[in-house]
Structure formats: structure tokens, C-alpha cells
């Protein structure tokens, strides 16, 4: 394989700085399906452990799923909001936390454990790379989908347990995902919640550490720890 192209480094750059989960600005317009097919197809070449492809996924466009689960979103959203204290709370009660019902398809994305198993290469010592696999599988798809000019959002207010039974999983499945997508009528530029004033983006150089936990310089860094100092994101983008 041959190596990327500047514009195709672009291209991927610009995907992974302008990708965005989408809550308020779903249209009504469907996806067609080549650009559903092509979406699920990167999430499908996602990495996995021991190339174990642990995941399905469970397409939906039928309205009164789409219901019940938009009622486990509201009863899960007003029992975690019983967690905050006000004035959060009021705040977090007003947020736009998913579009179930404007999008065109839900996705839920599925982990099986059972997959090629019992033995898989590299989860004998980290079960949870299962699911770090499938959520790979969700990266892999948001990306893919924002080249499509696709909206995603991952609504994670839900309960485990309505799921498995709206959808009808079996036992051994864990649900990973749930992921509305749509088209959109924009992209907001800055997350929703940086927007909202609920959290503000570290910078950079306050995630990185130097060889071990909490060194924040070491002389042979020297090079990169400067170029960290701002965050370098919007640069790709023009
Ligand atoms: C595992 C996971 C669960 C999430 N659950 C929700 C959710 O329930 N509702 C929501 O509005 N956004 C959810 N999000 C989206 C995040 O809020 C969002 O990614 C973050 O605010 C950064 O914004 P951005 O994705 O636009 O960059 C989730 C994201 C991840 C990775």
C-alpha cells in the first residue's frame, strides 16, 4: 500500500477535528443506503482483539423502537440527574443529550463474548479488549460517517437492560453502543457541552507525562514538550 497523500492526510485530519456527536440538528432527510453501507463496512475493519470482530449491529428505523428507547433515555436522564446538585443539575436537565427519534437509523452496537471463542489471542489477561475492540468499531464509524457529511451521537443514558429487551439480545450479548445517525444541518464547530460551558477541552500538555505517571519535563522531551504547549487541532481544518 502506497502512502498517503498530503490532501489524503488532510482528509483524514479533517474527519477526526471536525467529527462531532450530534444531538440538536438531525434532519429528515434518509441516508442512502451506499453511504450506510460504507459506514458500517469501516466500523466492520476496525482493529480487534486476536481479530476476534466481536461485534454486531442492530439497525433500526422502526419508530416505536425508536420510542421505547427515547423512554429509558428519559427515566435514566432523570434518575443520574439525582446524582448532581443544583445549580448543575437544572443544567444538566436542560442539555440536549440525544436525537432517537429525529435521526434516520439507530445503531446499536453490540459486544459478544462468545465470538471465536473461548480462547481469543491477547484477552486472556485484559477481558475488557473485547469491548475496547468494539468501541474501536464505533470510532471507526463516526469518522467514516463524518467524511459522509453523516451526523452521529451515542446516547449512553440508556439502561443495558430495556435494550436487551427491545431489541431482543440473547444473554451473552453486551450492549456497547447506541448511536443515532442522520444527516444533519450542521456541524457545530466546538463540542456541545464545551458550548454549554459544562466542561472546558485540557490542553494538550496537561495529559502528557514524560516516562512516568506526573513527570511533566524530561530533557530528552525537550523537543515535543514545546511543541505541545498549545493544542494544535484547528490547524488541520483550513
Ligand atoms: C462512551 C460515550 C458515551 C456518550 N454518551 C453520550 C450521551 O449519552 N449523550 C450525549 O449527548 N453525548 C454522549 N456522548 C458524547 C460526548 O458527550 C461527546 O463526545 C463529548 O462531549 C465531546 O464532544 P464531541 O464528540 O462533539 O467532540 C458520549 C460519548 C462517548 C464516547
Redesign the pocket.
Known amino acids: 500500500m502506497s502512502e498517503f497523500s498530503s490532501q489524503e492526510k488532510s482528509g483524514l485530519y479533517k474527519a477526526i477535528y471536525t467529527?462531532?456527536?450530534v444531538?440538536s440538528h438531525f434532519n429528515s432527510k434518509p441516508i442512502p443506503n451506499d453511504v450506510l453501507a460504507r459506514i458500517l463496512n469501516a466500523a466492520h475493519h476496525a482493529p480487534s482483539v486476536g481479530f476476534s470482530q466481536p461485534w454486531n449491529f442492530v439497525l433500526i428505523r422502526n419508530h416505536s423502537t425508536k420510542q421505547k428507547v427515547k423512554e429509558s433515555f428519559e427515566q435514566e436522564k432523570t434518575r443520574s440527574s439525582n446524582q448532581i446538585d443544583e445549580p448543575k443539575k437544572e443544567k444538566y436537565l436542560s442539555l440536549k443529550?440525544?436525537g432517537i427519534l429525529e435521526s434516520d437509523v439507530n445503531v446499536c452496537i453490540t459486544y459478544d463474548p462468545t465470538r471465536f471463542g473461548p480462547f481469543v489471542i491477547g484477552r486472556s489477561s485484559i477481558p475488557e479488549t473485547g469491548i475496547y475492540s468494539v468501541c474501536c468499531a464505533v470510532q471507526n464509524l463516526w469518522l467514516a460517517a463524518r467524511s459522509e457529511e453523516i451526523g452521529v451521537?451515542?446516547?449512553?443514558?440508556l439502561s443495558n437492560d430495556a435494550l436487551k429487551q427491545v431489541l431482543g439480545l440473547p444473554d451473552h450479548i453486551v450492549p456497547v453502543?447506541y448511536l443515532c445517525l442522520g444527516h444533519v444541518e450542521e456541524f457545530?464547530q466546538k463540542?456541545?457541552?464545551e458550548t454549554a460551558n459544562w466542561l472546558p477541552r485540557l490542553d494538550l500538555k496537561d495529559v502528557i507525562y514524560f516516562e512516568k505517571w506526573g513527570q511533566t519535563q524530561s530533557p530528552s522531551w525537550d523537543q515535543i514538550h514545546e511543541l505541545i504547549q498549545t493544542n494544535l487541532d484547528y490547524a488541520f481544518i483550513k
Open positions: 467529527r462531532r456527536d444531538r443529550l440525544e451521537g451515542w446516547v449512553s443514558i453502543a457545530a463540542p456541545d457541552l
